[in-house]
């Protein structure tokens, strides 16, 4: 099924939060915006609808095809998510997966290089 990317907080300053859902089993990614929406008296909605605006645009203007992921932690940690692949001279939309970490780190690796 469908997982979360990650953690997240919604405050009145910030009422919308942009962040990645994945299926891995189809290989399918969407991002989604995810607003508070506040209603009469003390009820709160959460509405979560595919994002028409991603934050960020990946373009691969090589001849290599390109990993990419956000890394959790630090660059080169065990916990680097480079679980998406960029096709020669192709583009993606891209969301944090942990959009509150402080520091957040974009991970790109090519494919083609010895290991």
Do not use: C
């Amino acid at each position: 099924g469908w997982t979360w990317s990650g953690k997240f907080n919604i405050r009145r300053s910030r009422p919308e939060v942009i962040m990645r859902l994945r299926h891995k089993m189809k290989g399918q990614t969407v991002i989604v915006t995810v607003e508070l929406v506040e209603k009469k008296g003390s009820t709160n909605m959460l509405v979560f609808r595919q994002s028409s605006h991603p934050p960020f645009r990946l373009e691969n203007h090589t001849m290599f095809p390109l990993n990419y992921g956000q890394s959790s932690t630090r660059l080169g940690s065990e916990d680097t998510e480079v679980d998406a692949m960029l096709l020669p001279y192709q583009s993606a939309d891209f969301a944090w997966d942990e959009p509150e970490l402080r520091r957040r780190v974009l991970v790109v690796k090519t494919t083609d290089t010895p290991t």
